[in-house]
């Protein structure tokens, strides 16, 4: 059980930890969410918060390799990247190419509308910069019935992407877990999105992965945190964390359950504690269920190898 510092240059197929932070309040030092699935140098974006077109730059991954991005729901820290991904990737070298966004309800329209208002930025660089004609994306709302456990959502030469239904509060109607089955390999990478630990549709997506990517949040904070906050705002937030979210504590068992050979952990929260600390409460907790696989809790920018 290790903590994750190295940021090897390249992997033949990796995931990228872009940004790991979660909520929609801007840190200086922090990256929204945004994880990157690579294989075959394809690129395979799961969530962009803010912070994700300058973390793709400073991987070294750039634009060129991103056909697809994958939103597990529409909290704005997974999504409020999307314009700067769209502009700046168009203006890169080599460029962003048309790019397919899926989804929940919503993002077909949210594809459609998210450069709204940068209609004169666009005219001024496509007729006097040089950089071509703007290739608007394609958005895909993905449904998934509440009585179907997974649904196929797309399928290329090197992956195979799956989703699910998973709790995150009962005021967020769609939230999606996704599982991607690497072809080459048969590696299997589950990215569990936000959601309350221990959800029935993550254990069955995630059953037998190589690497369960799952959020987590250190309960004992929260509750320091609520009590800060003047009532009922304290409450109402701790409420809301509580069942929206999971503990780090419960993950060691949920990887147990699901026969997952490596536990990641993303989008921490609160924010302001090292990936150690996440680890110092994690280890105690595996060695109670007799969970044995790998834990990783990363910094932004690592790597994973597959």
């Given at each position: 059980m290790t903590e994750q510092r190295q940021r090897p240059a390249r992997f033949t197929?990796?995931?990228?930890?872009?940004?790991?932070?979660?909520?929609?309040?801007?840190g200086p030092d922090e990256a929204k969410p945004a994880l990157a699935l690579v294989v075959n140098d394809a690129v395979y974006l799961v969530d962009c918060g803010l912070d994700t077109p300058r973390q793709?730059?400073?991987?070294?991954?750039?634009?060129?390799?991103?056909?697809?991005?994958?939103?597990?729901?529409?909290h704005l820290d997974h999504t409020s990247g999307l314009p700067g991904l769209l502009l700046h990737g168009w203006t890169a070298r080599p460029p962003l190419p048309p790019v397919d966004i899926w989804g929940p309800p919503g993002t077909k329209q949210k594809a459609t509308n998210l450069l709204a208002g940068f209609g004169d930025e666009i005219a001024l660089f496509e007729s006097g910069g040089g950089f071509g004609a703007f290739m608007a994306p394609d958005g895909h709302d993905i449904e998934v019935p509440p009585d179907?456990?997974?649904v196929p959502v797309m399928e290329d030469a090197n992956v195979r992407v799956d989703a699910t239904r998973v709790f995150h509060g009962p005021e967020v109607a769609n939230a999606y877990a996704y599982r991607f089955t690497v072809k080459g390999t048969g590696k299997v990478v589950v990215f569990s999105g936000d959601t309350a630990a221990h959800d029935a549709n993550l254990a069955a997506i995630a059953k037998g992965c190589d690497v369960l990517v799952h959020e987590t949040?250190?309960?004992?904070?929260?509750?320091?945190?609520a009590a800060e906050l003047p009532f009922p705002?304290?409450?109402?937030?701790?409420?809301?964390?509580?069942?929206a979210h999971s503990s780090v504590l419960d993950l060691p068992a949920v990887a147990l359950a699901a026969q997952a050979k490596k536990l990641v952990f993303s989008h921490y929260t609160?924010?302001?504690?090292?990936?150690?600390?996440?680890?110092?409460l994690a280890v105690p907790a595996a060695?109670?269920?007799?969970?044995?696989?790998?834990?990783?809790?990363?910094?932004?920018l690592d790597v994973i190898p597959l």
């Open positions: 197929d990796r995931i990228v930890m872009l940004g790991v932070n979660g909520g929609p309040v801007v793709l730059v400073r991987a070294g991954l750039g634009f060129a390799g991103i056909r697809n991005v994958f939103i597990t729901h529409h179907r456990a997974v949040q250190d309960n004992s904070a929260i509750e320091r945190i705002r304290g409450e109402e937030l701790k409420k809301h964390l509580f069942e609160p924010v302001a504690q090292p990936p150690s600390t996440w680890l110092a060695e109670a269920v007799g969970y044995e696989g790998e834990i990783i809790a990363p910094n932004a």
